[in-house]
C-alpha cells in the first residue's frame, strides 16, 4: 500500500518555548549520536528547549546534572563516534511506580512534556507506559505539594516519539534498525580479513555473531559472505543437521573450495530448543572431517567503530521526523515509533509495533517456526530463502527431465555496460547459480558491448563465482560502448549462441544501450528478447530507482574520507575542507555524504546556486569558527557549475577567511569506485539479479518479446522493486545531462540545512519537508 505523502511547511522558531528532551536507554548502537544531534538541532531550529537525559532512564529518575540543556554547539562533532555520548543504562527504579513519579517530577520541574527516546522494544514500552500514568503521577505530585496547579495545567500532557536503536534488527514495523548496518560493516570486514587466512590454509572458520533473539545478522552476512552453513533461531538448523554440514563441507572441499565460514548466531538452536554454539560446531566439524576449524567470536566488536553512511543519515532522518511527530502531536495522538520504509521515513503506531515484535518471541517459543521467520516480515524471509538457493551445489532433480537434460533448456545471458561498481559481482554471481540451480545455461559476456560484437563469451559454471560475492570492480569487464551501428553485429551474436534472453548491469550507459536494442527491434527481430537492466553506479543517476548498485559502497568511501581529512586537522585551530565528490550532473553522493559527513554545505547542479550564496555561505562558516566551531566540511559535485567549480569555491573560501580560517581542497576522484562491496551493495545485487531472472523466465513463457514490457529496468521505487518499461522511463529522463527528472533525496536538502547551520545563522523563514504515514506491514527492500 502506497504511504500519504504531504509537504508541509517548517517554519523557524514555529514551537517556541515548548520542552524537548533526548535521550538514548538499553544497549547502545552506532548512529544513536546522529539521532541525538539531528534532534537537538531540529528542536533548536523550530524554538524548542532541548534537554539531554544523559545516563537513559535512570538519568531521568536521579535528575540533576542528569538533564541539561543542549546547544547547537553540545552535537557539533559527534555525527562520526560510535556509541551515544549521552550515556545509556538501565534502570531497575523506573520500571517501580516510585520511580516514574521521580521522573515525571524532574520532567514537569524544567517544562519537559515532549520525549524522544532512542532503545529497543524494552525501551519504548516503559515510555509508553510512563506517558499512559502521567496524568496520574501529576496528581499524586499535586497531591504532596511537589507541583503547583499552573504547573498541573500546564504540562497535563506527555507526547513521545520513539526510534528504534538495535544492532539486531529484532523490531518489527522498520526495514533496519540503528546500528544494524554498522554491524554488518563490523561483522563483513571481520569475515573478509579471515577469507584470505582460511584460504592460506584450507581452515574451516566458524564466525558468532550477535542476534540472541533474533537471526537477522547471521542470515544477512550468511548472504553477503558466500558462507557454508548458518545457525539461526527462527529457522533451527534439523535435527541431522550434524551429517548435514558435514556433507556440505566435504562436497565443496571436493569441487575445490578451499574454505569454509560457518555463522553461528549466539541464540542459535535446533528444532528440539536446545542451544547450537560455535564450539559444539567445531567439535562436530573436527570429529568428524578432521579438519583445521578456529572460533572467532566477534562479540562487542559488532558495536563499535563509527556508524556507516547509511545509520547516520537514518539517524538523521529519524531524528528530524521524531521532533515532528512530537510538535504535531495533539492530546488524542497516539505515540509513534519512527522507522525507514523504503526510502521514507515513517510514523507507525509504536504499541502496535511492540505488539508484533513481541509476538515473534512468543511463536519461537511455541516452535512455530513457520510464523516466526513470516512475523519478521517479507525481506527476512526472502533474505533465507535467497541464501538457502545460492548455497546449493547441484540443481534440484526435477530441473531436469528423465534423460538427464535440463528440463527448461534456457539459455540466458548476462553483460556489464558502464563503469564499475561494486555489487557488480554479487550479481553476477546471484544470476549464473540461480540460472544453473534452475537447470539453464548462463552465458557470461565480457567487456560489454564490444565483447558482445567480437563473440567474448563463455558458458559460467557454479564454481567460476565463488568468492565474487565481496569482491569489487566487475570481473566480467566493462566498458562505456553503446550498440550504435553495430546492431547487427549484435544481433548476429544473439542468433549464433541462441541467446533466449539478456541481463544488463550497468549505469546510465547500461539504460541507453539497453534502450537502443528495445527501439531496434523492427529492424532486427532477434532483439526481441526479454531485455532487463540492473542500475549499477557510484553515481545513482538512473531513472526508474530511487537506488543504485554501488552508491552505498561510493557513499561510504566518500563519508570515510571526509572524517579522515578532518581528523587530520585536529591540532589545526579553525580549517574549511573543500571536497569534490563524483556523480556527473548527479548532486546524490554530495547530498547524502554531506548529510553523512555532517557538511556546512553541499553544492550540485539542480539547485542552482549564485555568488551571493556562495558568499553568504562563506559568511556563515565565519560566524561558526567565532563560535567556537574548529572545522568546516564544503562538498561539491564535481559538474555543479562550469563557472564556480572546485578551485573557485577553495580560494573564495581561502581570501575571504583570512584572519578567522584556513581552507584546503580534495578531488576524491576514483577511489570512490574503490573498495569492497558494502553489505547493502552485497545484499541488493544478490536479490536483484535473483528477481530479474524470475521475470526473465516469466516473460520468456509468454511468447514473443515483441511489447514494451518485455524490455524493462529493475528499480527500488519507495517500498518495493518495481520492473519499469524501457519505453515509460524515457518520458522520465534528462538525456542531456544524464539524469532523471525527479529524484527522491532532493528532499533530503532542507533538512542538510537546518542541521548544518548555527541557530543564529539561519536566513530562511522556514522550508518544506515531506511527511509520510506509513503502514506496518508494507513491502521491506533491504
Given at each position: 500500500?502506497?504511504?500519504?505523502?504531504?509537504?508541509?511547511?517548517?517554519?523557524?522558531?514555529?514551537?517556541?518555548?515548548?520542552?524537548?528532551?533526548?535521550?538514548?536507554s538499553?544497549?547502545?548502537?552506532?548512529?544513536?549520536?546522529?539521532?541525538?544531534?539531528?534532534?537537538?538541532?531540529?528542536?533548536?531550529?523550530?524554538?524548542?528547549?532541548?534537554?539531554?537525559?544523559?545516563?537513559?532512564?535512570?538519568?531521568?529518575?536521579?535528575?540533576?546534572?542528569?538533564?541539561?540543556?543542549?546547544?547547537?554547539?553540545?552535537?557539533?562533532?559527534?555525527?562520526?563516534?560510535?556509541?551515544?555520548i549521552?550515556?545509556?543504562?538501565?534502570?531497575?527504579?523506573?520500571?517501580?511506580?516510585?520511580?516514574?513519579?521521580?521522573?515525571?517530577?524532574?520532567l514537569?520541574?524544567?517544562?519537559?512534556?515532549?520525549?524522544?527516546?532512542?532503545g529497543?522494544?524494552?525501551?519504548?514500552?516503559?515510555?509508553?507506559?510512563?506517558?499512559?500514568?502521567?496524568?496520574?503521577?501529576?496528581?499524586?505530585?499535586?497531591a504532596?505539594?511537589?507541583?503547583?496547579?499552573?504547573?498541573?495545567?500546564?504540562?497535563?500532557?506527555?507526547?513521545?516519539?520513539?526510534?528504534?536503536?538495535?544492532?539486531?534488527?529484532?523490531?518489527?514495523?522498520?526495514?533496519?534498525?540503528?546500528?544494524?548496518?554498522?554491524?554488518?560493516?563490523?561483522?563483513?570486514?571481520?569475515?573478509?580479513?579471515?577469507?584470505?587466512?582460511?584460504?592460506?590454509?584450507?581452515?574451516?572458520?566458524?564466525?558468532?555473531?550477535?542476534?540472541?533473539?533474533?537471526?537477522?545478522?547471521?542470515?544477512?552476512?550468511?548472504?553477503?559472505?558466500?558462507?557454508?552453513y548458518?545457525?539461526?533461531?527462527?529457522?533451527?538448523?534439523?535435527?541431522?543437521?550434524?551429517?548435514?554440514?558435514?556433507?556440505?563441507?566435504?562436497?565443496?572441499?571436493?569441487?575445490?573450495?578451499?574454505?569454509?565460514?560457518?555463522?553461528?548466531?549466539?541464540?542459535?538452536?535446533?528444532?528440539?530448543?536446545?542451544?547450537?554454539?560455535?564450539?559444539?560446531?567445531?567439535?562436530?566439524?573436527?570429529?568428524?572431517?578432521?579438519?583445521?576449524?578456529?572460533?572467532?567470536?566477534?562479540?562487542?566488536?559488532?558495536?563499535?567503530?563509527?556508524?556507516?553512511?547509511?545509520?547516520?543519515?537514518?539517524?538523521?532522518?529519524?531524528?528530524?521526523?521524531?521532533?515532528?511527530?512530537?510538535?504535531?502531536?495533539?492530546?488524542?495522538?497516539?505515540?509513534?515509533?519512527?522507522?525507514?520504509?523504503?526510502?521514507?521515513?515513517?510514523?507507525?503506531?509504536?504499541?502496535?509495533c511492540?505488539?508484533?515484535?513481541?509476538?515473534?518471541?512468543?511463536?519461537?517459543?511455541?516452535?512455530?517456526?513457520?510464523?516466526?521467520?513470516?512475523?519478521?516480515?517479507?525481506?527476512?524471509?526472502r533474505?533465507l530463502?535467497?541464501?538457502?538457493?545460492?548455497?546449493?551445489l547441484?540443481?534440484?532433480?526435477?530441473?531436469?527431465?528423465?534423460?538427464?537434460k535440463?528440463?527448461?533448456?534456457?539459455?540466458?545471458?548476462?553483460?556489464?555496460?558502464?563503469?564499475?561498481?561494486?555489487?557488480?559481482?554479487?550479481a553476477?554471481?546471484?544470476?549464473?547459480?540461480?540460472?544453473?540451480?534452475r537447470?539453464?545455461?548462463?552465458?557470461?559476456?565480457?567487456?560489454?558491448?564490444e565483447?558482445?560484437?567480437?563473440?567474448?563469451?563463455?558458458?559460467m559454471?557454479?564454481?567460476?563465482?565463488?568468492?565474487?560475492?565481496?569482491?569489487?570492480?566487475?570481473?566480467?569487464?566493462?566498458?562505456?560502448?553503446?550498440?550504435?551501428?553495430?546492431?547487427?553485429?549484435?544481433?548476429?551474436?544473439?542468433k549464433?549462441?541462441?541467446?533466449?534472453?539478456?541481463?544488463?548491469?550497468?549505469?546510465?550507459e547500461a539504460?541507453?544501450?539497453?534502450?537502443?536494442?528495445?527501439?531496434?527491434?523492427?529492424?532486427?527481430?532477434?532483439?526481441?528478447?526479454?531485455?532487463?537492466v540492473?542500475?549499477?553506479?557510484?553515481?545513482?543517476?538512473?531513472?526508474g530507482?530511487?537506488?543504485?548498485?554501488?552508491?552505498?559502497?561510493?557513499?561510504?568511501?566518500?563519508?570515510?574520507?571526509?572524517?579522515?581529512?578532518?581528523?587530520?586537522?585536529?591540532?589545526?585551530?579553525?580549517?574549511?575542507?573543500?571536497?569534490?565528490?563524483?556523480?556527473?550532473?548527479?548532486?546524490?553522493?554530495?547530498?547524502?555524504?554531506?548529510?553523512?559527513?555532517?557538511?556546512?554545505?553541499?553544492y550540485?547542479?539542480?539547485?542552482?546556486?549564485?555568488?551571493?550564496?556562495?558568499?553568504?555561505?562563506?559568511?556563515?562558516?565565519a560566524?561558526?569558527?567565532?563560535?567556537?566551531?574548529?572545522?568546516?566540511?564544503?562538498?561539491?559535485?564535481?559538474?555543479?557549475?562550469?563557472?564556480?567549480?572546485?578551485?573557485?569555491?577553495?580560494?573564495?573560501?581561502?581570501?575571504?577567511?583570512?584572519?578567522?580560517?584556513?581552507?584546503?581542497?580534495?578531488?576524491?576522484?576514483?577511489?570512490?569506485?574503490?573498495?569492497?562491496?558494502?553489505?547493502?551493495?552485497?545484499?541488493?545485487g544478490?536479490?536483484?539479479?535473483?528477481?530479474?531472472?524470475?521475470?526473465?523466465?516469466?516473460?520468456?513463457?509468454?511468447?514473443?518479446?515483441?511489447?514494451?514490457d518485455?524490455?524493462?529496468l529493475?528499480?527500488?521505487?519507495?517500498?518495493?522493486?518495481?520492473?519499469?518499461?524501457?519505453?515509460?522511463?524515457?518520458?522520465?529522463?534528462?538525456?542531456?545531462?544524464?539524469?532523471?527528472?525527479?529524484?527522491?533525496?532532493?528532499?533530503?536538502?532542507p533538512?542538510l540545512?537546518?542541521?548544518?547551520?548555527?541557530?543564529?545563522t539561519?536566513?530562511?523563514e522556514?522550508?518544506?519537508?515531506?511527511?509520510?504515514?506509513?503502514?506496518?506491514?508494507?513491502?521491506?527492500?533491504?
Amino acid at each position: 500500500m502506497e504511504a500519504a505523502t504531504t509537504q508541509r511547511f517548517i517554519g523557524r522558531g514555529s514551537h517556541k518555548g515548548k520542552g524537548l528532551a533526548v535521550f538514548t536507554s538499553g544497549g547502545d548502537s552506532q548512529g544513536m549520536n546522529a539521532a541525538v544531534r539531528s534532534v537537538v538541532r531540529m528542536g533548536i531550529y523550530l524554538g524548542c528547549k532541548v534537554y539531554f537525559i544523559r545516563e537513559g532512564y535512570q538519568g531521568m529518575v536521579d535528575g540533576g546534572d542528569n538533564i541539561e540543556e543542549a546547544n547547537w554547539s553540545s552535537v557539533s562533532s559527534i555525527i562520526h563516534k560510535g556509541g551515544t555520548i549521552i550515556g545509556s543504562a538501565r534502570c531497575m527504579e523506573f520500571i517501580k511506580r516510585e520511580g516514574r513519579l521521580k521522573a515525571a517530577y524532574n520532567l514537569v520541574t524544567r517544562g519537559i512534556t515532549n520525549l524522544v527516546v532512542i532503545g529497543g522494544d524494552g525501551s519504548l514500552t516503559g515510555a509508553n507506559l510512563f506517558r499512559e500514568e502521567w496524568s496520574s503521577l501529576l496528581d499524586e505530585l499535586l497531591a504532596n505539594n511537589k507541583i503547583t496547579k499552573d504547573q498541573r495545567e500546564k504540562y497535563k500532557y506527555l507526547h513521545i516519539a520513539g526510534m528504534v536503536g538495535s544492532i539486531d534488527n529484532d523490531f518489527c514495523g522498520t526495514d533496519m534498525t540503528i546500528g544494524t548496518d554498522s554491524a554488518l560493516h563490523r561483522i563483513i570486514e571481520a569475515i573478509d580479513a579471515i577469507v584470505s587466512t582460511a584460504y592460506s590454509h584450507q581452515r574451516t572458520f566458524i564466525m558468532e555473531v550477535m542476534g540472541r533473539h533474533c537471526g537477522f545478522l547471521a542470515v544477512y552476512t550468511a548472504l553477503c559472505t558466500d558462507a557454508t552453513y548458518s545457525f539461526i533461531c527462527e529457522d533451527p538448523a534439523p535435527n541431522n543437521w550434524d551429517k548435514k554440514l558435514c556433507a556440505k563441507i566435504a562436497e565443496e572441499r571436493k569441487s575445490g573450495q578451499r574454505l569454509n565460514i560457518i555463522i553461528v548466531a549466539e541464540g542459535a538452536i535446533d528444532r528440539e530448543g536446545k542451544p547450537i554454539t560455535a564450539e559444539l560446531v567445531k567439535n562436530v566439524v573436527v570429529e568428524n572431517l578432521q579438519q583445521d576449524t578456529r572460533i572467532t567470536v566477534l562479540g562487542h566488536v559488532q558495536r563499535g567503530g563509527s556508524p556507516s553512511a547509511f545509520d547516520r543519515i537514518l539517524g538523521c532522518r529519524m531524528g528530524a521526523e521524531a521532533v515532528m511527530a512530537l510538535m504535531e502531536a495533539t492530546p488524542d495522538t497516539e505515540p509513534c515509533v519512527v522507522s525507514l520504509d523504503g526510502n521514507q521515513a515513517v510514523r507507525l503506531p509504536l504499541m502496535e509495533c511492540v505488539r508484533r515484535t513481541k509476538a515473534v518471541a512468543q511463536a519461537m517459543a511455541d516452535k512455530n517456526w513457520d510464523l516466526a521467520v513470516q512475523l519478521r516480515g517479507r525481506s527476512f524471509a526472502r533474505n533465507l530463502e535467497t541464501y538457502k538457493m545460492l548455497t546449493r551445489l547441484k540443481p534440484p532433480k526435477e530441473a531436469f527431465d528423465a534423460s538427464g537434460k535440463p528440463a527448461e533448456g534456457l539459455t540466458l545471458a548476462v553483460m556489464h555496460v558502464g563503469a564499475p561498481a561494486c555489487g557488480m559481482n554479487a550479481a553476477v554471481r546471484s544470476f549464473v547459480r540461480n540460472c544453473i540451480y534452475r537447470g539453464d545455461t548462463v552465458l557470461g559476456i565480457h567487456d560489454g558491448i564490444e565483447g558482445f560484437i567480437s563473440g567474448n563469451i563463455v558458458n559460467m559454471e557454479w564454481s567460476d563465482v565463488t568468492g565474487w560475492v565481496a569482491q569489487g570492480g566487475a570481473f566480467l569487464g566493462t566498458k562505456r560502448t553503446l550498440p550504435g551501428d553495430k546492431k547487427a553485429e549484435i544481433a548476429a551474436r544473439i542468433k549464433q549462441f541462441n541467446i533466449q534472453g539478456l541481463l544488463i548491469i550497468g549505469g546510465f550507459e547500461a539504460y541507453q544501450a539497453a534502450l537502443e536494442i528495445y527501439e531496434g527491434r523492427a529492424q532486427f527481430p532477434e532483439f526481441c528478447i526479454p531485455l532487463v537492466v540492473i542500475p549499477s553506479t557510484i553515481s545513482n543517476n538512473v531513472p526508474g530507482t530511487d537506488f543504485s548498485l554501488g552508491s552505498d559502497t561510493a557513499l561510504n568511501e566518500i563519508t570515510e574520507i571526509c572524517d579522515r581529512i578532518r581528523q587530520s586537522a585536529q591540532g589545526t585551530k579553525r580549517r574549511v575542507f573543500v571536497i569534490e565528490t563524483m556523480g556527473g550532473y548527479c548532486g546524490y553522493l554530495s547530498t547524502l555524504a554531506g548529510l553523512a559527513g555532517g557538511a556546512d554545505a553541499a553544492y550540485i547542479y539542480e539547485e542552482k546556486f549564485s555568488i551571493k550564496d556562495l558568499q553568504q555561505d562563506v559568511y556563515h562558516m565565519a560566524s561558526k569558527m567565532t563560535g567556537g566551531i574548529q572545522r568546516g566540511l564544503i562538498l561539491r559535485n564535481e559538474k555543479a557549475n562550469d563557472n564556480y567549480n572546485t578551485d573557485f569555491i577553495y580560494r573564495l573560501y581561502s581570501e575571504e577567511g583570512k584572519g578567522l580560517f584556513t581552507a584546503r581542497m580534495n578531488v576524491l576522484g576514483h577511489m570512490q569506485q574503490g573498495g569492497s562491496p558494502t553489505p547493502f551493495d552485497r545484499n541488493m545485487g544478490t536479490k536483484m539479479a535473483a528477481k530479474c531472472l524470475h521475470w526473465l523466465v516469466e516473460t520468456i513463457q509468454k511468447g514473443p518479446a515483441n511489447t514494451p514490457d518485455s524490455a524493462c529496468l529493475l528499480g527500488i521505487v519507495k517500498r518495493q522493486y518495481k520492473f519499469s518499461p524501457l519505453e515509460d522511463l524515457k518520458a522520465q529522463t534528462n538525456f542531456a545531462q544524464r539524469i532523471p527528472k525527479q529524484q527522491w533525496w532532493m528532499k533530503l536538502r532542507p533538512l542538510l540545512r537546518i542541521l548544518a547551520k548555527h541557530e543564529s545563522t539561519y536566513e530562511e523563514e522556514g522550508m518544506y519537508m515531506t511527511v509520510e504515514q506509513g503502514e506496518i506491514d508494507s513491502e521491506n527492500v533491504i
